[in-house]
């Protein structure tokens, strides 16, 4: 039995599966994959605060190397219904292309492998895979990734199971599905600035303590001070300023308080402690009372180019006739929790309309993508 990529990426478009809502949608794999052959087990896991999560992991094969796709079934609300062209969870297939939440991010890719992985099966039965073929499905990467990924690898762990690598597929293309995939991410930290002075009459400066100046110029030096000019894969770090708040309605009133948030992009230069300590520096610089909240989501991590990557590369250049450019650019995934455990790359679809009104890929390319993981596993495991 073979699997169509394109009506299984439909069905699990249909379910709206919202984070943290499973809605179904793991429903339509475990259908999909038992059949095949693959053991299938339903993971929930919750933590105070936090909303409870369906995850899946399944497995075909009992030796090894146990080759993993990693993904999420999980999916961003639509925004406003209104601005669509189609039903957002209808994924009708529209002059070539497939519509709807998820088409991209990344319901399609899912399909695509279990598609592909039924292919191998069909061909070489259930005995003859050359190792294991895995999935670890989550409906926690769009949200707080608490009762998710990182909680499937545990499991792991403690049953004594092992990945042997993994492929996650979120959307890396850019112009055509292969052209680009991911070897690494940077880091990521999120920080909020906090100035305290002394509040006063705007007509009397000089007997208050206007923290605003001395926010300004901690601001403009972790704006402008470079951490680095970058390293062999990955760019240099980037400082995003997102949020200045004073709060302050009255125009002769000089505040008390000023705050202000940023997030910055890492490299694999540094840390998330390196960068925090960074931080401290150019502000103690500036002087004064402050107060510096941090919240690093991911570290930086690099799978470095070889093995896996030259399969993957061979793979995309057999189905296309081109060999993707290996990148560490771009957000954070739950790669950053696998490389803990394995060697890691991502490939996937194109993510021009990732998580946007009509999102949407060519209809044509999640086949693409499905041959693209054939060759891959060919090439993991051997032809």
Same mark, same amino acid.
């Given at each position: 039995?073979?699997?169509?990529?394109?009506?299984?990426?439909?069905?699990?478009?249909?379910?709206?599966?919202? $984070? +943290?809502?499973?809605?179904?949608?793991?429903?339509?794999?475990?259908?999909?994959?038992?059949?095949?052959?693959?053991? *299938?087990?339903?993971?929930?896991?919750?933590?105070?605060?936090?909303?409870?999560?369906? /995850?899946?992991?399944?497995?075909?094969?009992?030796?090894?190397?146990?080759? *993993?796709?990693?993904?999420?079934? #999980?999916?961003?609300?639509?925004?406003?219904?209104?601005? %669509?062209?189609?039903?957002?969870?209808?994924?009708?297939?529209?002059? !070539? %292309?497939?519509?709807?939440?998820?088409?991209? #991010?990344?319901?399609?890719?899912?399909?695509?492998?279990?598609?592909?992985?039924?292919?191998?099966?069909?061909?070489?039965?259930?005995?003859?895979?050359?190792?294991?073929?895995?999935?670890?499905?989550?409906? &926690?990467?769009?949200? +707080?990734?608490? /009762?998710? =990924?990182?909680?499937?690898?545990? %499991?792991?762990?403690?049953?004594?199971?092992?990945?042997?690598?993994?492929?996650?597929?979120?959307?890396?293309?850019?112009?055509?599905?292969?052209?680009?995939?991911?070897?690494?991410?940077? !880091?990521?930290?999120?920080?909020?600035?906090?100035? =305290?002075?002394?509040?006063?009459?705007?007509?009397?400066?000089?007997?208050?303590?206007?923290?605003?100046?001395?926010?300004?110029?901690?601001? &403009?030096?972790?704006?402008?001070?470079?951490?680095?000019?970058?390293?062999?894969?990955? @760019?240099?770090?980037?400082?995003?300023?997102? $949020?200045?708040?004073?709060?302050?309605?009255?125009?002769?009133?000089?505040?008390?308080?000023?705050?202000?948030?940023?997030?910055?992009?890492?490299?694999?230069?540094?840390?998330?402690?390196?960068? =925090?300590?960074?931080?401290?520096?150019? *502000?103690?610089?500036?002087?004064?009372?402050?107060?510096?909240?941090? %919240?690093?989501?991911?570290?930086?991590?690099? $799978?470095?180019?070889?093995?896996?990557? &030259?399969?993957?590369?061979?793979?995309?250049?057999?189905?296309?006739?081109?060999? @993707?450019?290996?990148?560490? =650019?771009?957000?954070?995934? #739950?790669?950053?929790?696998?490389?803990?455990? *394995?060697?890691?790359?991502?490939?996937?679809?194109?993510?021009?309309?990732?998580?946007?009104?009509?999102?949407?890929?060519?209809?044509?390319?999640?086949?693409?993508?499905?041959?693209?993981?054939?060759?891959?596993? #060919?090439?993991?495991?051997?032809?």
């Amino acid at each position: 039995m073979t699997l169509d990529a394109l009506e299984l990426a439909q069905a699990l478009m249909r379910r709206p599966s919202i $984070t +943290p809502q499973d809605a179904g949608a793991l429903d339509v794999l475990v259908d999909a994959l038992e059949p095949l052959g693959f053991t *299938c087990h339903r993971l929930p896991f919750s933590a105070d605060g936090t909303a409870d999560v369906d /995850n899946l992991y399944a497995r075909l094969g009992t030796t090894g190397p146990n080759l *993993c796709f990693a993904g999420h079934t #999980d999916v961003v609300p639509v925004g406003d219904r209104d601005a %669509w062209s189609v039903d957002p969870f209808a994924a009708q297939v529209k002059d !070539g %292309w497939l519509y709807g939440r998820g088409a991209s #991010d990344m319901k399609a890719a899912i399909a695509a492998f279990v598609a592909a992985a039924s292919r191998r099966v069909a061909a070489r039965g259930a005995d003859g895979l050359g190792g294991s073929i895995s999935l670890l499905i989550t409906g &926690d990467e769009e949200g +707080p990734a608490i /009762n998710g =990924t990182r909680k499937v690898l545990d %499991w792991l762990a403690g049953r004594g199971e092992a990945i042997d690598a993994c492929i996650v597929g979120e959307p890396t293309s850019v112009e055509a599905v292969g052209d680009m995939a991911k070897i690494g991410r940077r !880091g990521s930290l999120n920080g909020f600035l906090t100035v =305290t002075g002394t509040q006063g009459h705007s007509a009397y400066p000089a007997l208050a303590d206007n923290p605003l100046p001395r926010l300004v110029r901690m601001l &403009d030096a972790i704006a402008h001070t470079p951490l680095d000019h970058g390293s062999d894969h990955f @760019p240099a770090t980037t400082v995003a300023l997102t $949020t200045i708040d004073v709060g302050n309605p009255a125009t002769n009133v000089i505040p008390a308080q000023g705050r202000a948030g940023f997030n910055i992009r890492f490299n694999d230069l540094h840390s998330g402690a390196s960068v =925090t300590e960074w931080l401290h520096e150019r *502000c103690r610089q500036v002087g004064g009372d402050y107060a510096l909240d941090v %919240w690093v989501s991911g570290e930086s991590f690099l $799978t470095p180019p070889g093995p896996l990557s &030259d399969a993957l590369a061979d793979a995309v250049e057999q189905v296309t006739g081109r060999r @993707p450019e290996l990148s560490t =650019t771009g957000g954070t995934s #739950d790669a950053r929790f696998i490389k803990d455990h *394995c060697p890691v790359i991502e490939l996937g679809l194109t993510n021009a309309t990732a998580h946007k009104v009509d999102e949407r890929v060519p209809a044509a390319d999640v086949d693409t993508l499905r041959a693209i993981y054939g060759a891959f596993m #060919d090439a993991y495991f051997g032809a």
